[in-house]
């Protein structure tokens, strides 16, 4: 089945915001209480046994740690901006990744967080707020309007894009925020042919612009979308483009069993999660360009 619900068999996992706690004093206060062990991958996230409900646990309410997902949390972590760095999160609300993001930077640097949706935008403060990030701009707009060109935008070098996509990939629950007007379908055939056409144009443009930032070194395009039409095929569409401007595709968490579906040469650098098997469907696409000096081709 394409949706599950929430899988009591599987592991918590949980996100230490190292913004307001350091790793290994979460694991000491959430033992109090649980079984708790460090992901062996991806730093900062803590798998809980299967079921345990920590949406009221003080370490939640406060903002130490995130209830976020192992797929989920593997999204800025392949970014791996630097603290220091300028940084754009295209699509960003919510903001779990945007605030992930903070936690690497060590709060240094600047992130600027997109987000078309108004409404959203409340949802995606309220997460900042809760982390205690300080380095982030909210901007409320459409992340295809920004011109790359302007000094504001000039010197970011990386760039999250986790578009508005069919969230084929995560339970039914959990699809809450698809649906920006201008990308998504509304008719009764929910996933159908004609909403993923349009889902994945839009995703196509986003791409095609985060590529297109003059000082931009990392880009990371990552959907909760189990289609190909969705993933393999937007970033082969763009591989062309992206190779033309100096990009590679490199390889996110390469101890990382699943890749890419084989529908094209370097599909293998691609990153999926199973909806069933790692609880949630992502796909994680890094570009990398690495002959950037200040902003300019070497
Ligand atoms: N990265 C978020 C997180 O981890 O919490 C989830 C992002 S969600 C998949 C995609 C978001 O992109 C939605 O909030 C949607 O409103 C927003 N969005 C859609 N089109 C956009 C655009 N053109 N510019 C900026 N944001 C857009």
């Known amino acids: 089945a394409l949706y599950q619900t929430p899988d009591v068999s599987k592991p918590r996992y949980v996100r ?3 913004l307001k706690m350091d790793v290994d004093s979460a694991v000491l206060e959430l033992r109090k209480q649980f079984t ?3 992901d062996d991958m991806v730093p900062n996230l803590l798998i809980l046994p299967p079921g345990c409900d920590l949406h009221a646990h003080s370490l939640v309410t406060n903002g130490s740690v995130f209830l976020q997902g192992k797929a989920s949390s593997m999204v800025a972590a392949a970014l791996s901006p630097e603290p220091g760095w300028k940084v754009l999160d295209a699509c960003s609300a919510p903001g779990n990744k945007t605030v992930h993001l903070a936690a690497l930077m060590k709060g240094k640097g600047k992130i600027i967080a997109c987000e078309l949706n108004k409404e959203r935008v409340k949802r995606l403060e309220e997460t900042i707020r809760l982390s205690g990030a300080a ?6 707009g459409d992340f295809l309007k920004l011109d790359p060109k302007d000094p504001a935008y000039s010197e ?6 986790d578009p508005s996509c069919s969230g084929s990939g995560t339970a039914a629950n959990r699809l809450d925020h698809l649906l920006p007007s201008h990308a998504a379908g509304h008719g009764a055939d929910f996933n159908g042919s004609e909403r993923l056409n349009k889902l994945a144009a839009f995703q196509k443009k986003a791409l095609e612009h985060a590529l297109s930032f003059p000082a931009v070194e ?3 395009y990552s959907t909760c979308s189990i289609e190909q039409i969705e993933n393999e095929d937007v970033v082969q569409s763009l591989l062309p483009l992206a190779i033309s401007y100096g990009f590679q595709l490199a390889t ?7 890749r890419g ?3 094209f040469d370097g599909s293998e650098h691609l990153l999926r999660t199973d909806v069933v098997e790692d609880k949630e469907g992502f796909f994680i696409a890094l570009f990398v360009r690495k002959d950037m000096v200040n902003g300019c081709k070497k």
């Open 135 to 140: 380095n982030i701009e909210v901007l409320n």
């Open 36 to 38: 708790v062990q460090k």
């Open 218 to 220: 990392r880009v990371v």
């Open 252 to 258: 996110p968490f390469p101890k990382w069993h699943r």
């Open 156 to 161: 970011v070098r990386a760039i999250l894009l």
């Open 16 to 18: 230490v915001n190292t």
């Open 261 to 263: 579906l084989r529908v």
